[in-house]
């Protein structure tokens, strides 16, 4: 996947791979809204192309997902 297969706003929902990521989804809900595509190199601390997700359970939380390499969660 790269970042030209999401638009803002979209709909995605997610799966923990990790205990972290389990929590997370538990915690906010499996259903995320797309808030920003990032791409490599745009900020320092981004290492990867990336996206910004928000929680459509509480529309408060955010998350970063890596879509090279993410430890923690994996799209459905």
């Given at each position: 996947?790269?970042?030209?297969?999401?638009?803002?706003?979209?709909?995605?929902?997610?799966q923990?791979?990790?205990?972290?990521?389990?929590?997370?989804?538990?915690?906010?809900?499996?259903?995320?809204?797309?808030?920003?595509?990032?791409?490599?190199g745009?900020?320092?601390?981004?290492?990867?192309?990336?996206?910004?997700?928000?929680?459509?359970?509480?529309?408060?939380?955010?998350?970063?997902?890596?879509?090279?390499v993410?430890?923690?969660?994996?799209?459905?």
């Amino acid at each position: 996947m790269n970042l030209d297969s999401f638009s803002i706003d979209q709909r995605i929902k997610l799966q923990g791979k990790s205990p972290r990521g389990e929590n997370r989804i538990m915690e906010h809900g499996d259903m995320w809204r797309v808030k920003n595509k990032w791409v490599k190199g745009y900020f320092p601390w981004i290492e990867e192309d990336s996206i910004l997700l928000e929680s459509l359970t509480d529309r408060v939380t955010s998350s970063w997902l890596n879509l090279i390499v993410d430890n923690d969660l994996k799209l459905i």
